[in-house]
T-cell receptor
Framework: GEDVEQSLFLSVREGDSSVINCTYT??????LYWYKQEPGAGLQLLTY?????DMKQDQRLTVLLNKKDKHLSLRIADTQTGDSAIYFC???????????FGKGTTLSVSS | DGGITQSPKYLFRKEGQNVTLSCEQN?????MYWYRQDPGQGLRLIYY???????QKGDIAEGYSVSREKKESFPLTVTSAQKNPTAFYLC?????????????FGEGSRLTVL
């Protein structure tokens, strides 16, 4: 069945780059997503990438997609303490269906 | 401002009691979803509804029930049959015809069973 895997923790220093990795299993996924969750809050969409793209850049965020290996990554440049949160990778099996989420990567940024 | 409102934010209940979590959206979205979040387990889908008066079970529907009598509302009842109900519950909505399939989330409800 569909599955999305992420490492659970990442710790970086302020100003460094953070790279959060994700693997997924459903090769028919049209869009892949990165969501951010701050403590005690809901999830907010950070960015998404269409499956026919290799890369998408949005200010400090860079998303890389390797469709052959079913690997997605999120790079945050110049990481700030405000970036500390849980980051979820998600895929959609098809139009109008619920997203499938990974377990989330907790990013801890130290000053 | 348009958005999704979940209430209550915190809820305590005794074992054996049913409890209903509210989810209301004014985004005019067709589809609504309930997810459960446990530490280290990510989000797991409980129920979802793509249209009024219709809903489908997700991966962990046992011990839960929902209704979708109005487009704006999708309440979740946690019944006494749910063996381990203490968790953070998230409601979301989306436009069924959306190209991107993006979900919009509420701020969550934390249920603690005493």
């Amino acid at each position: 069945g569909e599955d999305v895997e992420q490492s659970l923790f990442l710790s970086v220093r302020e100003g460094d780059s953070s790279v959060i990795n994700c693997t997924y299993t459903d090769s028919s996924s049209t869009y892949l997503y990165w969501y951010k969750q701050e403590p005690g809050a809901g999830l907010q969409l950070l960015t998404y990438i269409f499956s026919n793209m290799d890369m998408k850049q949005d200010q400090r965020l860079t998303v890389l997609l390797n469709k052959k290996d079913k690997h997605l990554s999120l790079r945050i440049a110049d990481t700030q303490t405000g970036d500390s949160a849980i980051y979820f990778c998600a895929e959609t099996p098809g139009a109008g269906t619920a997203l499938i989420f990974g377990k989330g990567t907790t990013l801890s940024v130290s000053s | 401002d348009g958005g999704i409102t979940q209430s209550p934010k915190y809820l305590f209940r005794k074992e054996g009691q049913n409890v209903t979590l509210s989810c209301e959206q004014n985004l005019n979205h067709d589809a609504m979803y309930w997810y459960r979040q446990d530490p280290g387990q990510g989000l797991r889908l409980i129920y979802y509804s793509q249209i009024v008066n219709d809903f489908q079970k997700g991966d962990i529907a046992e011990g839960y029930s929902v209704s979708r009598e109005k487009k704006e509302s999708f309440p979740l009842t946690v019944t006494s049959a749910q063996k381990n109900p203490t968790a953070f519950y998230l409601c979301a909505s989306s436009i069924v015809s959306s190209e991107t399939g993006e979900l919009f989330f509420g701020e969550g409800s934390r249920l603690t069973v005493l």
